[in-house]
Structures are given as structure tokens and as C-alpha cells.
């Protein structure tokens, strides 16, 4: 079995020895310290001082950075190969196939070049978005505490090796498996790779045997999992690919659960797909009867399954992702998550932690108060020494006592004062304790918290330096104190203390019984600067604020004043642990403010409002927000936050102002807003095609456009469609949330396509009647002129169907789009004008065309308007 050991001594180093105890910390056969490693003993173990610069640089090269398999990045190749990889590619691909192995040559050659268009273009917009998301996660690090040639220094994750001596605290992510030597009320989170919700006390143990899983060992902790809340020492045995994080990691790369932006894009394709193989066929069988030329009908029929694939549905999707990205990554938002970015513009119910999101992620302490209300020296001073010795996670409260450095100075804290022992907070006592040895020769238990929790612990008052009863009229009058406070905008909390003879021992949660109480202390925490008017502008795009806060209501209500939230009546967590689910759902259609609430309690108030219909967005920053955010649609993080809620997050803001919320679901909206735009006119599109071909296949003695025809113009049509993701969108439409509703878009197609069909049989008549193309040897030119209207009244329609108002004069597309779409509509002008026009038997059109031309699509513009304006009044939903 390979142990590690800590030693007392050097480890080859010139260092002074560190009084420590000699201790076997064995992680045993379970957790090997390194891969191939399990013969030589010690050869890797590590002491309590640390490895030295030169070990640890060492064992970087030899093991390699401590990350796992999906925290690669993905190589260019693999991406270039993954472009490919999408059901409408791969049927183009297919139909290439069959059209070579016909020798139909032309066909396969146009198939493979609109796969190629598609799939470059698809690569381009990944590989940029994967670059910049390189960048941006460089600057959100993840760190881990860890000694190092005798000092404790803050370093970067991936820096980690086997032998490092890593301390843990309350909102830190275990950085590696590694085997504890020493812990303090530690529990552990492992859900991430147990599933168990309940979080598991860990502690120094001994060996595991072969029969107990090493999850379930207790003195082992793994990557992967986060401290819930106490304080812990280990040494890491194993990194990277070797931990039992990254084994799964290698199981499931590139597995990601499915998204309801997933399933959108899903349940769309699938509509199209079931579209293509139902119309094919029957285009199929009514052009062998009608026509008697079996082959030509295959191959209509074929180039008519390609005009019907949306090829170019992947790469918009993409390239509008990518491009909302890298929007975002201007207003110094990290987006770790493409596709929640649409998410966010379908958020419609925002919920919200108050302190450090809503409020300043900067706590003043303004008042330190005994029992008759009056600035007390010692009540700060407990205060401080409290969070001086605390080893856990310092919160913003303990930052702001710590300010006063006068304290340390004045009392010796460095010097006179030793810890001996410490009580970690944790979310159900909603105190922490810590013991110092004073330079009286006693131990002396500080016990700092939440009135509520730290009040009936108590039972006897500090008054003067004299001890008096704590009675029921005295707890009144505190906490009428307290109130008065939080009236006025203050966070409140309890200092107490209790004396014990030295030497006794290690310390619990049942020692924080029958203390003195000293006093309050009152911080203020002022709202952001931001937060009022990022609330406004949320609301005034449709999406409600609700607060979800482990604070107090009533230091709660403040803030929600001050910020413009009208709190109404706030449901405490006391009052939702009485509640069952349709008693719930009810509260949260009416509550805006949540006050003491749980970890968990957060979490089950997302999921219920999930169950409700809304998409809902989540903003925290602490250990009791991770939950929520997982829960979350959308988890929102900054990055001052703990570990383990970055790491939780979809989105984490770099600054500090919230109006970046604002542009954050506005980008959302303007990313599916041009997705939706490809698929509407995609879809209606194609449904009026479909129409215009079967009675053409049926009318004429002829096709109504040769198979290679309609292969370039749907090349020429994907090509104008490019400029999509670079579009404007209206303002009205950004007004209110927007989600997938396949029902609509199904509904828009059958209103919609027949407008184009209408417009396409008057072409038909043109050509038959006024030109006279009614026979196989004049059926060129009838190509020719449906070919011509086709292309340009399909190019032309998106500018109708991407605004709800007039197009061109009140709602303009962006340069790109108009420009693709001149170039494109231009090009099938002269096309049938042009050598490659003859070689793809296009007919020069008579110039008396071009005004019936014109006539036509005027009429298809005004029509399409008509229709589109009843269509938004009727379905209001555009």
C-alpha cells in the first residue's frame, strides 16, 4: 500500500525542521498517490510545510496540470470534424452520395460545395468562440490554499500536484482527491458525483479497507465536491485525469444535458425532417406517373430533399451564439455556457440574493452596542478577535470588523492571544464560535451570530463588567434594539462569550450553551449604485424580480425599499417549511420577497417556479447560493464569489454594476430573435414550394425546374441567408421574454407559405400563357423565369418576415444581410444571361419579363405585409 507520510524534517530541503508530529496519511490502494506509483513508499509524500518551489515544478511536468478531460480545449481538427457532425449535413452528404453513385455528377458536386459553405462557416464562428472563451476564463481562476515552502500561498487549480498540503474552508472546491490529516466540522458536498443531497462529515481516518467504497470513506475527499461549511487539511494524492472526478469526466466528455434551447432546436428539426420525408415521396411518385421518366423523377425528387433541408440551421445557430458571446465579452460578461445566452432572453423571472449582489460587496461596521445601547469597546474587540481567528471562509461582516486594525494593535492579537479551538458556521445554527487562550491563563469560547440563534444560548448579560441575569424582560429589550436597527437599514448581529479553565479539551456545538451576552453589532450594507435602475430596466422588459434572502425581513424590506421592490408581504422560511407543494406554488405567485430562508429552501422555490411555466434566472454570489444556481435556468455569478458558486453559474459578471442584466437578456432576445428569423422563413419557405411543386409536377408535361437548377438556386438562397446573425432587431420585439414555441412556428408556415405559392402559380401562368413555354422544348424558359422568381422572391421575403413593421422604411436589416441579399438577388438576374446560365439549361429571359417580375413581387411584399399584420394581431405573437 502506498502512503504518504509526513515527516519531521526536511525533505531534502534546507529548511528548519517543522514541529510535526510524525503520521501515516496513507490514501491507500483505493486513491494511489500517482499512476504507476504504488511500490515506492513515501516517494511521494509531502509534509505539513509543504513542498518546495523546485518538488512542486517537478511534479507539474511530471503529472501534468490538474484538470480534467472536459476542461480541454478542443482542438482545431476535432472541431473542423464536429461541424460536420449534425443530421441535416449528414443527410446532404448522404443525397451527394447517391447522386455520385448515379453519376449524377452536377448534383453531387453543388451538394458537396453547399456542405462545404455550411460547414466552414459553422467551423469559423466555433473556433472564434472557443478562442475567446480561452480568454475570458483566464480571467476567472479558480485557486485553492495551499503550503509551500512553509507558507500558505493562494495558487491557480490546475498548479496543484500530488504531495501539495491543501487547507480547506467553508465555499471551497476541492481541488484534487486528497486524504485528510486534519479536519474541524467538515462537510462536504459530494453530490456531484454521489447524487446524495446531503452534505457528509468528513475527518481524519485511517486506512480504507477493500470492502468500503472510497466515496464513502470519511477521511477521503475528492475532486469535485465543496465544503459546506468547517475547515480541513489534506494532502493530495492524486490530480487531473487520475482523480475519480476525471475518470468520470472521461466516461462522459462531451455529454451535456439537454437544454430546453436544445430541445427547441430539436423539436424544429424533427418538424422539418418529418416535413421532408412525407412531401419527397409524394413529389417522387407523382413525377414517375405523370411523367413516365423514372431516373429524372428520382432526381427531382432528391434535389427537392435538399432545397428542403435547412443545412444552414446549425451554422446561424452558431454563428448567433458565438456572436452574442463575444458581445457579451464586451461588457465584461463570461459567458461559460453558449447556449445560455438564449435562456437569458427567455428569462422572464429573475430571483435574486440581497447581500453583495443587491447591496455593495462592501460591509461597514457603524455601531458596536452593549445591552443599554451604548458604543462598547468590548463588544468590538470580541467581535474581532471572533473573526481574526476564525479559519473558515471570511464573509463581508468579518471583513468589515477587521478594519479596524487599532484592535490587534491595541490588544496584541499576533501575541497575547492563541487559538485553540474553532466552531464553523453552518446554515442551521447560523453562528460561529471561536476559542482563544487570553493572557489571564484561561480559554476564553466568542460566540458571534444571528440574534434569533444567538439569544437563547444565552444566560447571563454583561452590564458595566457586571454579570447580571439575562431574563426574558432584558432579551426584549435587545430585541427591540435590534429591530430599531434594522429599521434604519443595519445588519444586526449577537457577540457572546463564555470562560473555561485552560486545557480542556477540544470543543463542540454543546459548549455554546449558557453564555454572557456583550452586545450587538449594527453594518450598514448599502445597495449597489446600479441596482435600482438595473431592476427598472428588468421590469421594463418583462421580467419580475424576486428576492430570496438568508437575511432578516425586515433589514430585508429596507433594501427592497431602497432599490424600488415592492416587498408586500415576505414569506419567512419558517413559514415555507410548513408548506406543501400547491400551497407553495400558490405563495410564490404572489411573493416577491423570501426572507430566512435555506440553501435548500432557495433551491425549491426555483424548482417551483419552474413547475409554474417560468424560465427563471438565478443571482448569487455565496456558499448558501450554489443550490439555487444549479437549480436556475440560468445561474447568474460574479467574481468576488465563493468557488463553488462560479463554478455553479451559467454567466459571471466582471463588474460590479447590475446593468449588465439589462444588456445580458437583451442579447438573449437579439440571439433568438435571428434564429427564429432563418427558421420562420425557412419553414414557410419551403411549405410553399412544396405547394407550388406538387401542382406544377402534376400540371405540367414537364418539370417545372431541372434537379440541378434547384440545387444552385438553394445554394445561391443559403448564401443570401448568411447575413442573419449580423442583423438589427426591432425594439418592440425585445420588450418582453421570447421562447421556443414550435407550435406557432408550425402555425406561420401554414399561414405563410401558401402566400408564396400563390405568387408562384401566377409565374406559372406567365410563363404557360403570355410566353408560351407550354412544351419540352420550350420548358428552358419556363425553368428560367420560375427559376429568376423563386430565387428573388425567396431572398426577398426575409426582409418581410424579420420585422413586424414595414420593411425598408420603417425596420431596415443591417448592411450585411441588404448586401448579401443585392449580390444574390443580382446574380440569379443574369445567371440565365451567362455561360454557366447555358450549362445549367437557363433560357435568356425576354426583357419583357422584368416588369411582370417587378408586378410580382411587389404583389408578394404588400400581400406578405397584409398577411403578417392579421397574423400579429390575431396570434399576437411575432
Known sequence: MLKLRVVNGENGSNRRPSPVVRQDVGIGAVLPLAPGDSDAPGNYGAILTGLSAEEAAGRLEQFGPNSVVHQKATHWWTQAVGALNNAFILLLLALAAVAALTRDFQAAVIISVMVFISAVLRFTQEFRSSKAAEKLHDLVQTTATVTRDGVKNEIAVDEIVPGDVVHLSAGDMIPADLRLVAAKDLFVSQSALTGES??????????????TSPLEHPGLCFMGTNVISGTGTGIVACTGPATAFGTLAKRVTGRRVETEFDRGVSRVSHLLVRFTLVMVPVVFFINGFTKGDWGQAFFFALSVAVGLTPEMLPMIVTANLARGAVNMSKKQVIVKRLHSIQNFGAMDVLCSDKTGTLTQDRVVLERHLDILGRDSEKVLQLGYLNSYYQTGLKNLLDVAILKHAEIQEGLHVATDYRLVDEIPFDFSRRRMSVVVETPKGEELLITKGAIEETLPITRLVDVDRQLMPFDDQRKDEVVRMAQDLNNRGFRVIAVGYRKFDLGKGAYSVADEAELVFAGLMAFLDPPKDSAAPAIQALGDHGVA???LTGDNDVVTRRICEDVGIDAGRILLGSEIGKMNDAELRDAVKRTTVFAKVSPAQKAKLIETLRECGHVVGFLGDGINDAPALREADIGISVNTAVDIAKESADIILLEKSLMVLEEGVLEGRRVFGNILKYIRMGTSSNFGNMFSVLGASAWLPFLPM??????????????????????????????????????AIGRFMLFFGPVSSIFDYLTFCLMWFFFGARSVDTQALFQSGWFVEGLLSQTLIVHIIRTRRVPFLESRASAPLIALTVAVMLGGLLLPFTTLGKALDLAPLPLSYFPFLAVILAGYCVLGQVVKGWYARRYGYY
Not at 710 to 733: A, K
Open 198 to 211: 446531503l452534505p457528509v462529515e468528513k475527518f481524519a481516518a485511517g486506512d480504507p479497507d477493500n470492502e
Open 545 to 547: 424580480i424576486k428576492i
Open 706 to 743: 431541372q434537379p440541378v437548377q434547384l440545387l444552385v438556386q438553394n445554394l445561391l438562397y443559403d448564401f443570401s441567408q448568411t447575413g442573419i446573425p449580423f442583423d438589427r432587431i426591432d425594439h418592440e420585439y425585445l420588450r418582453k421574454p421570447r421562447r421556443w414555441d414550435v407550435g
